[in-house]
């Protein structure tokens, strides 16, 4: 068989596939087939040859590396793997994807499995190894496009296969249509304005200061954190709105190597910017979905500025700019005492420089910030990045690079964790289901709405008593 | 008085209680009636997966499993179904209390109504604990409607309610609770005892009363029940009206034991949504765990007021 009914090089792009593929329970016919997928070799070479042309950044990386090895240390994977040296990042890159270009794309069934294996659970795309390469090779950017040649030849993880789809169906990561959003804002509003007089979840207002866009599973499954920054907004008095199509801003089509679909995602919320020309856009507490549609977003849709549309804040920037400027003021009885650490998100701290952001707000509202070490743009991958927390095939590979997130965490010696990123957050959940070590865990919006001073006009009216 | 009610259940005998006090409500007032079990836990982060609820087990949402989920439920409750044709069975992937309160608006429903179980599916691991699950708490404090709490087997049926306790703390939300205990009162000819409970808790006033001040802060009080509900009751007659003092949330107990209530009501209207830290300290959650009849949570105004 050379194509699967749902392992194949088709692209999702219906409710009817999406379900199909949805109802192969943990892939198990998906898998089955891939043992029998064909490779499209003049496809793969092809696709190679345009990107890996003379003076490109890739052909300069994979044929300049020494194999020195001083990339070996900075990989959490290395060092959970009891420095297995088959997880040595030059060494993962060069035996894929320099095979791949070496062998002109001439590769078999087994080979590609091997990349996939490789690409999505040897490698979370942290890009860390990068800051230590002494020629500056980043094996994290070259496994993100090994990754869209898997995905190009339908050797990809289901759950990636799936992810890609929803964005291609829903422009979301998960089943949530337009009218499920803006049923979902009224519902939050409704149910928050009588703690919070004026509550309101603007939707669709052109000429706001702030469009804020969120990560599907907010109002999917906890929706909650959606009330929170409208309270937070609200309570900062903020001019601020959301679109009605174009909120969704991550993508696990980046995660799948769906570039086509990357796009698709990221011109929804391009568009909304161009609809509602906000001054400013806000995305929530979600690490990859900044990177995407802030970072990477742009080149995918060839704007030529390099830069979103408007002007793009992570959260942190915007919790970090109320508190310095004054539009939130945290009450200084409710900072929190106890030892708290934080979790860089690689994905906005590393790859977006916005560790001084983070500090500030820990200066705000925690009287005993500990640091994990190494931080900032040197701390590890949480454990869960790129995808790995999702994956059933690769579970155990995700469980066991853990390890180093925990005795980081351990070693502050702090009980509670602020982890402003979905992966992260989800990361830490499980790390503590794994290895029960006593923490808690935490997004700042929650922390802040119980820490903030509400101004009196704010307060709901007193109660007779 | 009620059209549409929304049953929450993980179908085991934790909620059986809960079940026959559903059904025979849908039957009596010809009520269409959703059973809604929401079976399993998304992440947070990205996953297929979500965490069952009865298992703890991972596992894959697709049609096989909702479906396989669904035929559960109606095995479940065959003999009840049969009976009642007013009735469906909803079950979805989800966190249970968004899933709940985002059916009971999405429904317009009248009434919610759920067992007072945890996550510990044994029968009496909450009373056993002091926990009254965390779902029961965010519905309860969420929903616009009537959520009635059925933890301990009820003798009889919510028609035939004899004598329902409401008690109340002066508040806003509890005008909505009264509304809702006056209005069944009218409806099925039961007794009304409007009750409140001064609060002598030493975490509330830090200081010791005299008695007479005592005496005077109860009078005090049944003025104030006078003004705010038997002025508003008309020519309905049939109720008594009582306060005492202590902790509130014993003297509720109390009260009730004494005069038989076989359904208490009360607003539940914590700010405090972290079930960790509320779990002591409200008076309901504490009615909840301990009353022997079931307790009705009434906050808002939508489903009770004058329409």
Known sequence: ?465 | MFKKILFATTATPACDNAAHVAFDLAKKYQAELILLHVFGTPSRGFSTTVTDAKSGEESHVDSDYVEWVEEEMKTYYAKQLADCTTAKVETLAGVPHTEILRMARKQDVDLILMGAHSRQEEPGATRYRSIVGSTMQKVSKGARCPVLIVSRPCTTCLWYFSNIIFGTDFSKASDSAFLFAYKLCKEIGSKLYLFHALDLSSVQSGTVLEQSEVEDRIAEAKKKLEAKYISKMEDFDNYEVEVWEGIPYVEVLKYSREKNGDLIVMAHHTREVDPEKAMLGSTVEQVVLRASCPVASVNRPHKVSES
């Open chain 1, 1 to 465: 068989m050379a194509q699967g009914k749902f392992c194949n090089r088709e692209k999702v792009d219906t409710l009817e596939q999406l379900q199909a593929l949805l109802n192969d329970k943990g892939g198990g016919q998906y898998y089955k087939e891939m043992q029998d997928l064909d490779v499209d070799t003049d496809l793969l070479w092809a696709t190679l040859q345009k990107t890996l042309k003379e003076k490109s950044r890739i052909k300069a990386w994979l044929e300049i590396c020494a194999h020195c090895g001083m990339c070996s240390d900075s990989c959490f994977l290395y060092l959970a793997n009891n420095k297995d040296p088959e997880q040595v990042p030059s060494y993962k890159i060069q035996s894929t994807l320099g095979q791949l270009y070496k062998r002109k794309g001439k590769v078999d069934n087994a080979f590609m499995q091997m990349c996939m294996d490789t690409a999505w659970s040897k490698c979370t795309c942290c890009n860390r190894c990068g800051m230590y390469c002494p020629f500056g090779i980043d094996m994290g950017i070259m496994f993100s496009y090994l990754r869209g040649l898997c995905f190009q030849q339908g050797f990809v993880p289901w759950e990636m296969k799936i992810g890609s789809g929803m964005h291609r169906v829903f422009r979301a990561q998960m089943d949530v249509t337009t009218e499920d959003w803006v049923e979902t804002c009224e519902w939050m509003a409704e149910e928050y304005e009588e703690d919070w007089p004026g509550l309101k979840i603007p939707i669709e207002k052109v000429g706001a200061d702030i469009m804020y866009t969120v990560n599907a599973r907010e109002p999917k499954h906890y929706p909650e954190d959606l009330a929170e920054a409208a309270i937070l907004f609200h309570l900062a008095g903020e001019d601020w709105t959301v679109p009605e199509e174009g909120w969704e801003e991550t993508s696990l089509a980046m995660f799948a190597g769906d570039w086509e679909a990357c796009k698709m995602q990221v011109q929804s919320v391009y568009d909304a910017m161009e609809r509602l020309k906000p001054k400013r856009m806000v995305v929530t507490e979600c690490g990859h979905a900044y990177r995407a549609t802030v970072i990477e977003g742009p080149y995918w849709c060839g704007l030529k500025t390099g830069q979103p549309p408007v002007e793009s804040l992570h959260y942190v920037e915007w919790v970090a700019e109320v508190l310095r400027n004054g539009k939130l003021k945290i009450d200084p009885a409710k900072k929190i005492k106890e030892p708290v650490t934080l979790q860089d998100s690689c994905n906005y701290i590393r790859n977006a420089g916005l560790a001084e952001y983070t500090r500030e707000i820990m200066s705000y509202i925690a009287e005993d910030f500990r640091e994990m070490s190494p931080n900032k743009d040197h701390n590890f991958c949480c454990g869960g990045g790129g995808g790995f927390n999702g994956i059933g095939r690769y579970r155990k590979q995700r469980n066991a690079g853990l390890k180093v997130k925990r005795d980081q965490i351990l070693q502050t010696g702090a009980k509670l964790v602020i982890a402003p990123c979905h992966n992260c957050w989800d990361a830490i959940r499980d790390l503590e289901e794994v290895f029960e070590v006593g923490i808690r865990w935490s997004f700042l919006k929650p922390l802040l709405v119980e820490m903030v001073e509400v101004p009196e006009h704010l307060k709901p009216q007193e109660e007779e008593v």
